[in-house]
T-cell receptor, first 114, second 110 residues
Framework: EPEVTQTPSHQVTQMGQEVILRCVPI?????FYWYRQILGQKVEFLVS????????KSEIFDDQFSVERPDGSNFTLKIRSTKLEDSAMYFC????????????FGQGTRLTVV | GQNIDQPTEMTATEGAIVQINCTYQ??????LFWYQQHAGEAPTFLSY????GLEEKGRFSSFLSRSKGYSYLLLKELQMKDSASYLC???????????FGAGTTVTVRA
């Protein structure tokens, strides 16, 4: 069964460092997302990406965040200068198309900023 | 904006039935999803409703009333492995994103 894959599964970084979280969405999917979940809290939308551009972003997704689809298969989330409060699980998701299809989630990257 | 409410916690006995309610107030509506999430893992899809009524899928059923902004997830014949968080998520209109409720943690006891 096709799946969304994310690497790394765990990332520990020092405050102020840049991190890149990687995702490989399902190959024929058209819409890509990053969500985050701070421990014990709800899943929060960060950004959606379609047709090689951001289609929507949340207030959380400030200038420290960026996304790229560099090579047609990978979908990356970059945090330029990490803060302690960026510590969370980051989930990548993709959907085939349209509004009536399920979003498939990757297994997540646990980011710990120290 | 999106406002999605569901109870924080529920406890039930193995073999019993539990109903998790979700109410939503969103800027438009294009469907409601239920996801299951075990601790430290990704959400996994359970069900989808876009029209009013009941969708049944094995031990799990989901109901939607669009006029009331209300859905429920019914879990029957509870098993210990059903202990997890259950997330209600809504597609608003004019936006291609899922907005999640805070999740309901279900604990199944023997």
């Amino acid at each position: 069964e096709p799946e969304v894959t994310q690497t790394p599964s765990h990332q520990v970084t020092q405050m102020g460092q840049e991190v890149i979280l990687r995702c490989v969405p399902i190959s024929n999917h058209l819409y890509f997302y990053w969500y985050r979940q701070i421990l014990g809290q709800k899943v929060e939308f960060l950004v959606s990406f379609y047709n090689n551009e951001i289609s929507e972003k949340s207030e959380i997704f400030d200038d420290q965040f960026s996304v790229e689809r560099p090579d047609g298969s990978n979908f990356t989330l970059k945090i330029r200068s990490t803060k302690l409060e960026d510590s969370a699980m980051y989930f990548c998701a993709s959907i085939l198309e349209g509004l009536d299809t399920e979003a498939f989630f990757g297994q997540g990257t646990r980011l710990t900023v120290v | 904006g999106q406002n999605i409410d569901q109870p924080t916690e529920m406890t039930a006995t193995e073999g019993a039935i539990v109903q998790i309610n979700c109410t939503y107030q969103t800027s438009g509506f294009n469907g409601l999803f239920w996801y299951q999430q075990h601790a430290g893992e990704a959400p996994t899809f359970l069900s989808y409703n876009v029209l009013d009524g009941l969708e049944e899928k094995g031990r799990f059923s989901s109901f939607l009333s669009r006029s009331k902004g209300y859905s429920y997830l019914l879990l029957k014949e509870l098993q210990m492995k059903d202990s997890a968080s259950y997330l209600c998520a809504v597609w608003g209109s004019n936006d291609y994103k899922l907005s999640f409720g805070a999740g309901t943690t279900v604990t199944v006891r023997a």
